[in-house]
């Protein structure tokens, strides 16, 4: 089993930044990729970043430029750094770590970005 805790979730203005970390119990041997989403009431979740165990990164286009997702190989946590928020921003986002075996996620932590 997997386990995903994220924090750094909050309530900031449009323009400012925050950095959300996501902890995983599995090392990098058994994680393939690490990913960020976010999700909406009434909407899908949405894949914003990825980082796979090569270092090989991707984003959504909405989220290009402003966001940065990073690992510390040493801690098994990702980041997402955001900056330049905006209110379609505002989302629980959720950590996602795939395996060879299935995917894990972590409870979600709220952004909420205000005008």
């Known amino acids: 089993q997997v386990r995903l805790v994220e924090s750094g979730g909050g309530l900031v203005q449009a323009g400012g930044s925050l950095r959300l970390s996501c902890a995983a119990s599995?090392?990098?041997?058994?994680?393939?990729?690490m990913s960020w989403y976010r999700q909406t009431p009434g909407k899908s979740r949405e894949l914003v970043a990825t980082?796979?165990?090569?270092?090989?990164?991707n984003y959504v286009d909405s989220v290009k430029g402003r966001f940065t997702i990073s690992r510390d190989n040493a801690k098994n946590t990702v980041y997402l750094q955001m900056d330049s928020l905006k209110p379609e921003d505002t989302a629980v986002y959720y950590c996602n770590a795939r395996t060879s075996a299935q995917w894990y996620w972590g409870q979600g932590t709220q952004v909420t970005v205000s005008s």
């Open positions: 599995a090392s990098i041997f058994s994680v393939n990729a």
């Open positions: 980082i796979t165990s090569g270092g090989t990164i």
